[in-house]
């Protein structure tokens, strides 16, 4: 069984740190999961099943407390397993969601994406 992990589609700094964190959990994990974007989800939650995924095994992967990804799919009807926040791999105060317009983000750590890697990782292990 895969999982299905939904990532929520910041703005700002903090794609900026969802991308290299993706990039780095895909090097484990991406044979084992299914991605979807929170927009698409929401679009045809169907598409999950009909792509293989179990809505028993989501795993919400949220860019601020406002927990969008986990509203987007509750709101289709799904509850993810797991969810996780990105203000929780990082040691400092995230930007808020900032328009793309704004390309250089020099407070960005190799870390804080490697964290968040490792937080995605221990979440689609929990979900299987």
């Given at each position: 069984?895969?999982?299905?992990?939904?990532?929520?589609?910041?703005?700002?700094?903090?794609?900026?740190?969802l991308?290299?964190?993706?990039?780095?959990?895909?090097?484990?994990?991406f044979?084992?999961?299914?991605?979807?974007?929170a927009?698409?989800?929401?679009?045809?939650?169907?598409?999950?099943?009909?792509?293989?995924?179990?809505?028993?095994?989501?795993?919400?992967?949220?860019?601020?407390?406002?927990?969008?990804?986990?509203?987007?799919?509750?709101?289709?009807?799904?509850?993810?397993l797991?969810?996780?926040?990105?203000?929780?791999?990082?040691?400092?105060?995230?930007?808020?969601?900032?328009?793309?317009?704004?390309?250089?983000?020099?407070?960005?750590?190799?870390?804080?994406?490697?964290?968040?890697?490792?937080?995605?990782?221990?979440?689609?292990?929990?979900?299987?």
């Amino acid at each position: 069984m895969r999982v299905m992990v939904v990532v929520c589609g910041a703005n700002g700094e903090r794609s900026i740190i969802l991308e290299r964190a993706v990039e780095e959990f895909a090097r484990k994990y991406f044979d084992r999961i299914l991605q979807f974007s929170a927009c698409t989800v929401a679009a045809a939650p169907i598409l999950v099943q009909m792509s293989g995924g179990d809505p028993k095994h989501l795993v919400a992967v949220n860019g601020c407390r406002n927990r969008c990804s986990d509203l987007i799919l509750k709101k289709a009807g799904m509850d993810p397993l797991v969810s996780i926040v990105l203000d929780d791999a990082t040691e400092r105060k995230l930007q808020a969601c900032q328009s793309c317009t704004k390309y250089v983000f020099p407070d960005i750590t190799e870390e804080e994406c490697k964290r968040m890697a490792r937080m995605m990782g221990e979440a689609v292990e929990a979900a299987q």
